[in-house]
Each structure stands twice: as C-alpha cells, then as structure tokens.
T-cell receptor, first 111, second 117 residues
Framework: LAKTTQPISMDSYEGQEVNITCSHN???????ITWYQQFPSQGPRFIIQ???TKVTNEVASLFIPADRKSSTLSLPRVSLSDTAVYYC????????????FGGGTRLMVKP | GAVVSQHPSRVICKSGTSVKIECRSL??????MFWYRQFPKQSLMLMAT?????????EQGVEKDKFLINHASLTLSTLTVTSAHPEDSSFYIC?????????????FGPGTRLTVL
C-alpha cells in the first residue's frame, strides 16, 4: 500500500487560500488519491478524489503532477469552520486495497 | 452523497460487558463495509473489512474473537465488542464502499464513542 506523508499541522487565517501537500512516492498505477476532512468526534467526510492533473469541485481543488508522487489539496478562502484534520489517502479500492489513513494534517484557521 | 449511520452514537458500559454497534447504509447497498478505531489525537486505524455474506477480514493485531463482525445484509454491518475493558474505550467508525463512475468512494458513519468503566 502506498504510504503518504503530510505536514502534521498548519496555521492559516480566515480568507486565505490553504494548500496542503501530500507525498506518496510509491503510488501504484491503479491508485486514486482521495482527501478527507475530519472534525473532532465525527467521521471523516469525503472532500475530493483524483487520478491525475487537476480536479475541482465546489469546496476544493486537487492538483496532481504528472509523476503522481505528490498531490496538493487547495482550499480557497478558508473560514474558521475549516479548522479540522485533513487526510490524504491513496489506494485502489476497486482491487480491494483498503484506504489506509496516515497521520493527517491538523489545520487551524485563525480569525 | 451516500449516507452512513451508526447506532448508538455514544455508549458507556461496565467492564466485562459486550457492546454492539450498528452501521447502516441508508440510501445505497454496500457490498463492503469497513470498521476503524480512533484513539484521541490519533489517526483512524483499520480494524477489519466486512463483506456481505462472508466472514470479515481482520487486520493484523486485531482479535477476531473480541471484535465480532457480522454483515448480514447489504445495508447493515455490526461490530460487537465482547467482554469490553477500559483499554477498548475509543471512537469506532464504520464506512461503506460505493461503486460508481469508474472508481469507488468510501463514505463514513458519524462514529460511536465507547467508554468502558
């Protein structure tokens, strides 16, 4: 299973753009990259998923370079309510590979 | 997105008792459900994978006789913590896999906080 490495924590201020980068050097050909958000005492919430290049939805963008050995979650104009832990996962659940959680990045948004 | 529920959301029990946690996919059928455990300030750790109609697959170090998993239907999986002890106190989270559009997503339940006295 591909292992992921993320910064342990990040601080930001309201209104700023936040970019969280994840390294996954051993990503396999069939692996997708998925990001989840988790608030205290809640289950993780799916944010975005991608395979290559750029994916954008209503809450975030995901940038994946050509070699796919890293990815960057971009949160535009964060608010206090974006304070949470963000997890980057890689895996191919189609093949039965489980999504394994790494340490995650604890984002603190300050006023 | 798909909705996964868990019941109960919180349970407190005495040491030595057994506790059952239910995980339901409310608006879709889940052929595979996953059970995770999360200790304070730590990441989620996969405990087992539950496939409908077959035995669960447990991760290394997880006692299958202590954490009984039953996936009797495509919308329900249960985790029973048998003879619970204080060290089993944790946040238990289930997830269900959804098939669609060429790739799979996992949707997570809200979690169950277990406190063993």
């Amino acid at each position: 299973l591909a292992k992921t490495t993320q910064p342990i924590s990040m601080d930001s201020y309201e209104g700023q753009e936040v970019n969280i980068t994840c390294s996954h050097n051993n990503i396999a050909t069939n692996d997708y990259i998925t990001w989840y958000q988790q608030f205290p005492s809640q289950g993780p919430r799916f944010i975005i998923q991608g395979y290559k290049t750029k994916v954008t939805n209503e809450v975030a963008s995901l940038f994946i370079p050509a070699d796919r050995k890293s990815s960057t979650l971009s949160l535009p104009r964060v608010s206090l309510s974006d304070t949470a832990v963000y997890y980057c996962l890689v895996g191919d659940s189609n093949a039965g590979n489980m999504l394994t959680f790494g340490g995650g990045t604890r984002l603190m948004v300050k006023p | 997105g798909a909705v996964v529920s868990q019941h109960p959301s919180r349970v407190i029990c005495k040491s030595g008792t057994s506790v059952k946690i239910e995980c339901r996919s409310l608006d879709f059928q889940a052929t595979t459900m996953f059970w995770y455990r999360q200790f304070p300030k730590q990441s989620l750790m996969l405990m087992a994978t539950s496939n409908e109609g077959s035995k669960a697959t447990y991760e290394q170090g997880v006692e299958k006789d202590k954490f009984l998993i039953n996936h009797a239907s495509l919308t329900l999986s249960t985790l029973t913590v048998t003879s619970a002890h204080p060290e089993d106190s944790s946040f238990y989270i289930c997830s269900a896999r959804v098939r669609g559009q060429g790739y799979n997503e996992q949707f997570f339940g809200p979690g169950t906080r277990l406190t063993v006295l």
